[in-house]
């Protein structure tokens, strides 16, 4: 168990983007261990994709938020690259910014996280960078640029549709039954065009490294 870690002491744009991507890619429970609790936080990421982001945003944000210095590791076999921390500590403080146990099926930002729009544009920035994508469609005159984040969670998309249009990125939600699996509703909030693209860029700044590379791309294909 990792209990020696420093709680924020209050909230921060740095806190608002750590929850973003405990939002895409985090998630926690409490397990019973001889008859005591006991919180596992797990944060993992694509294991290729995603490196460069753990290694030089993510672990440096968690050791300036908790003095927490993470130990990332490759598992191979899911393909996944992250870290896993047992810490009770960590679990009640998340659980008190109003973050869930277990499956995300129903997650929603925090609404401490929406009360400006510095604290808005940092959340969704950890969404984006941990749960969303870039795809660049083939046209005659070159890319079509679509911008996108996936959730099964119909609150969170309904949030991020509104957060998204109050800085008039012009988002749109479709959604579709996920046939793999549990058969749940999926959600996609849809960015699309140059000048939306563009835009959001500027606005949300994204952080993670693979996302930064296919829009220079998309601006390089251009001259």
Known sequence: MVENISIPLGISQELAEETGWHIGDG????????????????????????REHYLKRIKPIFNLLYDLDISLREMSSTRVFGFQIWSNKLLNFKKELGLPLGKKLDIEIPQIFLENDDLKIAVIRGIFDTDGGIYLEKRIKGFYPVVYIVTISENLSKQLFDILNGFGLNAKINSWIDNRGNRRRAYRVVIRGDKMFHKFMEIINPANPKHIKKYLCYKESFK
């Open 27 to 50: 998630s926690m429970n409490i397990y019973n261990n001889k008859g005591y609790p006991k919180g596992i936080y797990q944060l993992r990421g694509h294991m290729n994709d995603d």
